[in-house]
């Protein structure tokens, strides 16, 4: 009688090939993909990417916080995730906090976040370190932060209230993009003081004191615009959605999004029309 073999296989143990560049070609596809854009950024970016051995497990054993974050950052920049890498680095942080500066953390949420990488869970560990030292960082850093609790809909109410409380403080040193983020990341987590408000709406206002209802807009002026497509309706929707109703701000905004009406996406008109 013929013998029937078991339809279950044993696992065979592999090991663990590093990914290198000059290997490649031989990569899983994930890892190829990833390895491709690296070759092809290296160029670009011999600083960063020449300073380290060229395979993931090298950018995994990081522990600098200005390493992880130059790393995280780079992966943003060629659009690139590697799962397995950034929870190694997640863990490396979380497990050494006492190193890491807020203006630090903001980096790696803003990266992560635009990877998709970025989760609730960390959002609420890096809490102390926010709470410690976001009195020392400078608007873009607050923004990126609230941003990050935002972004995860996190509510941690010491880390939202130290960091309203310095963008309040310094809400006057905000540029236009880094305000509008702000003001976006207060709508989403619906949570913003009247008088938070009132100061973020008049900081908007003051970027060009020369607007006047009504006044055309020059299109053929050589100016470069104030504001960008997408900040524009982040604004729209952060002030309409924590119930500014001065039709002043509406005009302001109609006013400034015309010189870059065909940067707006689909998206973007919608929420600037619903706003």
Request: with cysteine; charged share 25%; hydrophobic share 40%.
């Amino acid at each position: 009688p013929q013998t029937k073999t078991s339809r279950w296989k044993v696992p065979v143990a592999r090991r663990a090939t590093p990914l290198k560049m000059h290997n490649h070609t031989q990569l899983r596809p994930q890892h190829r993909g990833i390895t491709s854009a690296v070759l092809d950024h290296r160029e670009l970016d011999t600083g960063f990417w020449g300073k380290l051995e060229p395979d993931i497990r090298s950018f995994a054993q990081l522990t600098e916080p200005e390493d992880i974050a130059d790393c995280v950052e780079k992966f943003a920049l060629i659009h690139r995730k590697h799962v397995a890498m950034f929870q190694r680095l997640k863990n490396t942080i979380i497990g050494d906090l006492d190193r890491w500066h807020a203006r630090d953390l903001a980096r790696v949420c803003k990266a992560w976040a635009q990877l998709g990488f970025l989760r609730e869970d960390f959002c609420v560990a890096i809490t102390g370190r926010v709470v410690a030292t976001a009195p020392e960082c400078e608007p873009p850093a607050l923004s990126r932060l609230l941003d990050a609790y935002a972004s995860t809909r996190c509510f941690v109410s010491s880390s939202v209230n130290v960091l309203g409380e310095e963008i309040k403080a310094k809400v006057s040193e905000f540029g236009p993009s880094d305000l509008c983020l702000a003001a976006s990341a207060f709508a989403r987590l619906n949570h913003c003081k009247p008088d938070v408000l009132e100061l973020l709406v008049s900081r908007f206002l003051q970027y060009d004191p020369t607007y006047e209802p009504g006044k055309a807009y020059d299109l053929q002026s050589e100016a470069r615009p104030l504001f960008a497509a997408h900040d524009l309706t982040l604004a729209a929707y952060a002030f309409g959605k924590l119930g500014c109703r001065d039709p002043h701000v509406y005009g302001f905004i109609a006013h400034h999004a015309q010189p870059v009406i065909r940067d707006f996406t689909a998206k973007d008109l919608q929420m600037l029309v619903t706003a």
